[in-house]
């Protein structure tokens, strides 16, 4: 599940910084809110890589996508990029259990088939 969720939150990582660039466009914001904004949600993206198998990584990674998502009240393209996201981010959590548990399956037959050493 790790690898899958890390690919996923990296790509949500460059996906931020460039909506970052996007959003200097927008007259209202300045650039000191626009980077502080967009550097905390990618600085989460890295730190939520390494503890998104620990408990409570997958919800604060809930968390960030619903973020995302509503960030596309500064930069309306993130309202689609970010539903993208929370896809991808559904199934790197489904599918990556499913991968964790086959895992474990295979390990197990694997240990339970060797002959013990004496």
Same mark, same amino acid.
């Given at each position: 599940?790790?690898?899958?969720?890390?690919?996923? =939150?990296? @790509?949500?990582?460059?996906?931020? !910084?460039?909506?970052? #660039?996007?959003?200097?466009?927008?007259?209202? +914001?300045? *650039? &000191?809110?626009?980077?502080?904004?967009?550097?905390?949600?990618?600085?989460?993206?890295?730190? =939520?890589? @390494?503890?998104?198998?620990?408990? !409570?990584?997958?919800? #604060?990674?809930?968390?960030?996508?619903?973020? +995302?998502? *509503? &960030?596309?009240?500064?930069?309306?393209?993130?309202?689609?990029?970010?539903?993208?996201?929370?896809?991808?981010?559904?199934?790197?959590?489904?599918?990556?259990?499913?991968?964790?548990?086959?895992?474990?399956?295979?390990?197990?037959?694997?240990?339970?088939?060797?002959?013990?050493?004496?």
């Amino acid at each position: 599940m790790r690898t899958l969720c890390a690919s996923t =939150l990296i @790509g949500e990582f460059f996906v931020i !910084g460039f909506a970052g #660039l996007v959003a200097m466009k927008d007259p209202d +914001l300045t *650039a &000191s809110t626009v980077w502080t904004v967009s550097g905390i949600a990618m600085f989460l993206c890295v730190a =939520l890589c @390494g503890v998104v198998t620990r408990p !409570g990584g997958v919800a #604060l990674g809930w968390i960030l996508q619903v973020a +995302l998502i *509503a &960030s596309g009240f500064a930069v309306p393209t993130m309202f689609f990029l970010g539903a993208v996201f929370a896809a991808l981010w559904w199934a790197s959590v489904h599918y990556g259990r499913k991968i964790d548990e086959a895992k474990a399956r295979f390990a197990a037959q694997a240990d339970s088939s060797t002959p013990d050493a004496v």
